[in-house]
């Protein structure tokens, strides 16, 4: 067995199953393992910003990593973006990170550069493999320190991969888990909250069912407010789920919605805080003099302490708060945000998977499909745009048996839109629906808010922000990747072209003409 | 003024002429500021990865650095790919940064990064800006970091941008120039030389007409061979140029290449060595006991070295051996490398450029150009995929009055296809060329090469260098882009369609389809 074969079944034996990947010389002997080992779906991408999306994707939806297969610096550069929103959405991922062999670092070929530089600053752990002796120990460590929400990398040089292995695989380890929250802290969260006339729990990363219910008995006992994270990790909702509030984006709505806060319990989200910083903005969201107190942070667990919390609270018994099922009318008309996520609301089909990159035009769609059918909501956790096309091939792979429905901008699409060809070639159930509106709207929208040049573009500005010259056909683009496409612009179209997505399994993409949000 | 428009100001009096832009929030001020200080073109590119690469492509043509505008540490991490080929390539860049303001920071608001470790692990010059007093000054010191062949990043917070900067603007500098090469190195490389059986000089960086016609003279001089490296930066050859040979990409074959070379004189480039390892191939290329000489880093200027080499050996009249014009007919029959290649050659305009990330298919482009129509040819210095069609954006950017030609493989074209947008939106005058096998055919060839499975890749290896499965139509995806594209199959039709692209100024896509390269 030589050191990559070892690598491949010691991930394996841990549990890990997918590689997204988009491999170079360097890993040939990885790819050539694959048919050694048994256990390992190779999944291939076009660009390695797919890989380490679908690689969020994928985890946020099996509660365990895949690993990514990148081809040396520059491979996890085009990786970078996608493992940012990963971290923040503390997401566990495992990168495999292919080197030149290690005698021939010295020669600094032209693939050479600083390979740890660049990986320390995305890894929460950086493993260097040195040896094929050492490479399986090295893999079981770092499936372990990527659980259960890190970036773990570790570095294979060709050599590591190609000579044999000699030691024996290590022992299989149970996966690590979140650190439960103390009694202490159940008790000083239950009397802050008994005693607060104005609290508020502010709740972040995945918030499942159970979560919400529990949530909402303790909001039940206490009379506390329940608030998500503006960009959660993952949220079940719509018919069946607890009544949650959202934090808005904007600051200036953000601090509105916390003015009367007196109390704000954090649960697996950090204190909120403002997207960027806007001149005479504060940055800091909840008003002078609220009691900020950290029920559990992202590497604690979040759902045992609900459950003791209800229990502190003797709230077992109290129904929680539920959405019923309520679906909008399929829309006629324009062909708009508030359409389009009328449309989605009646349209979503039971269990699906939304993935939220929609920009200005996605932001109705949250709200408008609260009481759709029980499904999952994920968003961009670190701002890093380009997430939305390959987390949805993750989703789908984690999920085969669940529609993923895709909201993606049309801006943020272009960051990668080899996307499309993956979700072709392994015929994931994903329907995208692209929101063109031909603009940097929330540039737009920034633009005028961070008060540059009194929030009027000149004419070089205003072009920066235009993205409609030359316009976009994205059905021709689909067309290109071998997908089939259809462009939308009117309600009626929309909603026709969304129901037979949604009914037909497979790959699809609907090019929806909306107009900008206006502004002001 | 404030801090965007004193930086914007400085970089123009210091002739930085061109914005290659993907903004954010956090650059809106920068954005506005174009419009407020004239002589900054801004160049919308829809992904990072593209203004990174045309600012390399931009610079390796007009001989100074534009900068490219970044969206925090994601976009950044966007461009890291092919910012490597600018610094393997020793080609110039500044990246302006833009970051939260500094007092925002401490937040770590989503889009929070470790900037600094991910910058300083792509830059040669790393400058944090930390107030509009001193952003002009840094500027200044950042167009000087970078001149003449480094990368500069500078790190603009929001604040730094908005606030006013009372600071007069800083003198206007000289760009920094290469390092002359001391006369006694000149002495001893000419006494190598001449007393070598079998000297070579191997020659990287820009290899222009003037400096090919001084070693053209050494050579005759010496009898000494003239190589240029696998992948230079720039090469102006055609018609006129000096006869120069050039180290194959194979380790192999590059060591046979070398094999009677006894002394080998570095003239801007680093010792040959191979682009990757292969169980049982060697490193290092030249053979057992041959003198190496640096004559020249990459730091120096070989030009002058070259001029100084000359009169020192006493051959200023000596002719050089040139390349005459000799275009092949145009090919016919079935299109394959060969008649690709056969046709290019025939149809380069006069004072054409010639971008080069052709793979396996372009390998043939090379050779068969040599007597064509002066030209310049640009390579893949970092072994980073996805620079051709960047680096085209940035050459037409810089020379508009010359044609610009990008053979650009399919598999690497979808690491940057973004690029198409610019193209059409900027009008360039660019000719893609994509030679289409519908594989990673390179990676076949280098499968075989690792001896990865007794090089016989199994099915799931097998399917990881197979990118038809969908197969990918450029014309598609190009008028998605609003490019006028068309697909050729047969010799005929692709001379024809070349021949009209030549012709016809503006932006144009061939979908050349091709067999792969038969190996072994």
Redesign the interface.
């Known amino acids: 067995m030589n050191g990559a074969e070892s690598l491949i079944k010691t991930l394996v034996n841990n549990g890990v199953e997918v590689c997204f990947?988009n491999?170079?010389?360097?890993e040939?002997?990885f790819?050539?393992a694959?048919?050694?080992v048994d256990g390992m779906r190779?999944v291939?991408a076009?660009?390695e910003?797919v890989a380490s999306g679908a690689a969020d994707g994928y985890a946020r939806m099996a509660g365990k990593p895949a690993v990514t297969l990148l081809h040396l610096?520059?491979?996890l550069?085009?990786a970078?973006?996608n493992l940012?929103n990963a971290r923040?959405g503390n997401v566990p991922v495992i990168n495999i990170i292919g080197d030149?062999?290690t005698?021939?670092l010295q020669?600094?070929?032209?693939?050479t550069?600083?390979l740890k530089?660049?990986a320390?600053?995305?890894s929460d752990t950086l493993i260097q493999s040195q040896s094929s002796a050492e490479i399986a120990d090295d893999a079981a460590a770092a499936v372990a320190a990527a659980s259960p929400n890190n970036v773990a990398s570790l570095v294979l040089p060709?050599?590591v991969s190609?000579s044999d292995n000699p030691s024996p695989l290590p022992e299989v380890r149970a996966p690590n888990t979140l650190t439960p929250v103390s009694p202490e802290k159940i008790k000083e969260a239950a009397n802050l909250l008994s005693k607060s006339d104005a609290g508020m729990i502010f709740v972040g990363g995945y918030i499942s069912t159970e979560l919400g219910h529990q949530l909402s008995r303790i909001s039940q006992a206490t009379g506390c407010r329940i608030c998500v994270e503006t960009?959660p990790t993952r949220i079940s909702r719509g018919a069946g789920s607890a009544k949650v509030e959202k934090l808005p984006y904007l600051a200036e709505m953000a601090i509105d919605h916390l003015k009367e806060v007196d109390t704000l319990v954090l649960l697996g989200a950090?204190a909120p805080?403002?997207?960027?910083?806007y001149?005479n903005v504060p940055?800091?969201l909840q008003p002078d003099g609220c009691t900020i107190y950290e029920l559990a942070n992202t590497d604690e667990d979040s759902l045992a302490a609900a459950h003791a919390l209800v229990a502190e609270l003797d709230a077992e018994t109290v129904e929680p708060a539920l959405n019923g099922e309520q679906l909008p009318e399929l829309p006629t008309g324009d062909l708009d945000a508030m359409t389009l996520a009328q449309a989605l609301a009646a349209l979503i089909p039971d269990n699906a998977i939304i993935v939220d990159e929609g920009a200005t035009t996605g932001l109705a769609c949250y709200p408008f499909s609260e009481q759709a059918k029980p499904h999952d909501w994920m968003t961009l956790?670190?701002?890093?745009?380009?997430y939305g096309l390959p987390c949805a091939v993750g989703a789908a792979v984690a999920c085969p048996d669940r529609k993923v429905i895709c909201l993606e901008g049309d801006?943020s699409a272009?960051?990668t839109?080899?996307a499309l060809?993956t979700m072709?070639?392994e015929q994931l159930d994903v329907t995208v629906v692209i929101c063109n509106n031909s603009k940097y709207n929330?540039?737009e929208l920034?633009?005028a808010r961070?008060?540059?040049?009194g929030g009027k573009?000149?004419?070089?500005?205003a072009?920066?922000m235009d993205?409609g010259?030359?316009?976009?056909?994205?059905?021709?683009?689909a067309?290109?990747?071998?997908?089939q496409a259809s462009r939308a612009t009117t309600a009626e179209e929309f909603s026709t072209q969304l129901a037979e997505a949604i009914q037909t399994e497979g790959p699809r993409l609907i090019d929806a003409v909306v107009p900008c949000l206006q502004l002001g």
């Open positions: 990947s491999p170079g010389t360097s040939m002997h790819v050539a694959l048919d050694e190779g291939l076009l660009f910003g610096g520059p491979g550069g085009n970078w973006a940012h923040k030149h062999a005698y021939h020669y600094d070929a032209p693939l550069s600083d530089g660049i320390s600053s995305i060709a050599d190609w960009f950090p805080v403002s997207f960027f910083a001149p940055s800091v956790t670190g701002g890093s745009i380009g801006g272009m960051y839109i080899q060809w072709v070639r929330i540039l920034e633009f961070t008060g540059a040049r573009p000149g004419k070089k500005a072009s920066m993205i010259n030359p316009s976009m056909d994205f059905v021709a683009m067309r290109g990747f071998g997908m």
